[in-house]
């Protein structure tokens, strides 16, 4: 376990850049558990970590479909690696769904990050890195406070 960090995310972009700078610590196996209310950051977030992890295709919020794989493709730094966007809250906690999922096949070959999936998927990996963002009442700016759990 690490020391939580914390950081002020000004803009959208900010918060983006801040996932790419993530995606330099992660390799394929890892998992990431994002938590924050709506509207937090959690899809600018992943959008970022997949920019980082050079992986192909737009990165949208997987709401309906629950989720999402991205082909790994050019990485600046490390080997390609693939992602797999999750949205955990339309599971509402069901551990059937969540295993109908397959996420621990992925996560030897990919990098899953699982949005709304604080209490849900931290089961899955020996160790996870927790990133909780919020948003404070009448503003754009957000907090991300991130560590990696085991």
Known sequence: MTEP???????????????????????????????????????????????????????????????????????????????????????GGDLADLDALDLDTELTEAVVVVEWGRGVVEHLTERHLHVRLSRAADSEVRTAIWEWVR
């Not at 970022?48 to 600046?76: K, Y």
């Open 5 to 91: 960090r914390q950081r002020s995310l000004l803009t959208v972009q900010d918060t983006e850049a801040f996932g790419r700078e993530l995606a330099a610590e992660l390799s394929a196996g890892d998992l990431v558990v994002l938590d924050g209310p709506l509207g937090a950051g959690k899809t600018a977030l992943t959008r970022g970590i997949a920019e980082g992890l050079g992986v192909q295709g737009r990165v949208s919020s997987p709401t309906f479909i629950i989720a999402r794989q991205h082909r790994a493709g050019a990485r600046a730094s490390g080997e390609p690696v693939a992602l797999v966007h999750v949205d955990a809250y339309r599971l």
